[in-house]
């Protein structure tokens, strides 16, 4: 597949950009619908509205920033930024449509977005941020636990059944785990927890198209 791959960022703009990215803060629980849409890079630092109040982090405030992708079936790949402030304010920021499903027509906004975002922060801003890519090491435990007992139970049980039994039955049910159990190999793979160089955003960082 072809990749978002991120060009040189910008000069340092003066002037606030708005992009048209879906977000949800620290604490909002099970989103059902997304409805928070809107991200502004202003000269000094982030603004948003979360149910329509102003909200707002400078840069000087970030404490970290994470970046990685995920896979929904049958929808596609996306893609989440998520900024921590002072006092664990919370800002993630996606290339998912309002429902919650990958949109191909978002990822362009959202890397262009990353960009402007890391070519905004300051050489001290940089030294003081803690830049991190992938998943969290509790998540990615967890995923690979989950994707190997997937594994075993849609690749290794059908195919034990099929040389136990010989139904051709049992080969079509592997196919088809092989189907979902793969890709999560591979997104587990790409979210390995890591640093990344904020002045060097490789096409690894975004999601597929």
Known sequence: MDQVVPGKPDALSSEPRRYELFHRGQGRGLVWRFRDEGVVL?????????????????????????????????SGYFGT??????????IAVNSLNSW??????????????????????????????????????????????????????????PVGLLIWTGEVKALFLALAGAIFVIPAFRLLKKNEPRSYDPQRLDDDLFPHI
């Not at 630092?45 to 840069?59: F, H, K, L, Q, V």
């Not at 930024?81 to 919370?90: E, F, L, N, Q």
């Open 42 to 74: 202003t000269p000094a630092g982030i603004e948003w509205r979360t149910d329509g109040a102003a909200r707002s982090m400078p840069y000087a405030e970030i404490e970290s920033i994470r970046i990685e992708s995920g896979h929904i079936p049958k």
């Open 100 to 157: 919650g499903t990958a949109d191909p027509g978002r990822l362009a906004d959202y890397a262009d977005f990353v960009q402007d975002l890391h070519a905004r922060l300051s050489d001290d801003d940089r030294r003081r941020i803690r830049f991190n890519a992938g998943m969290t090491e509790g998540r990615q435990m967890f995923g690979k636990f989950a994707a190997i007992l997937g594994g075993a139970f849609f690749l290794v049980l």
């Open 81 to 90: 930024c998520t900024i921590v402030g002072r006092g664990d304010r919370t």
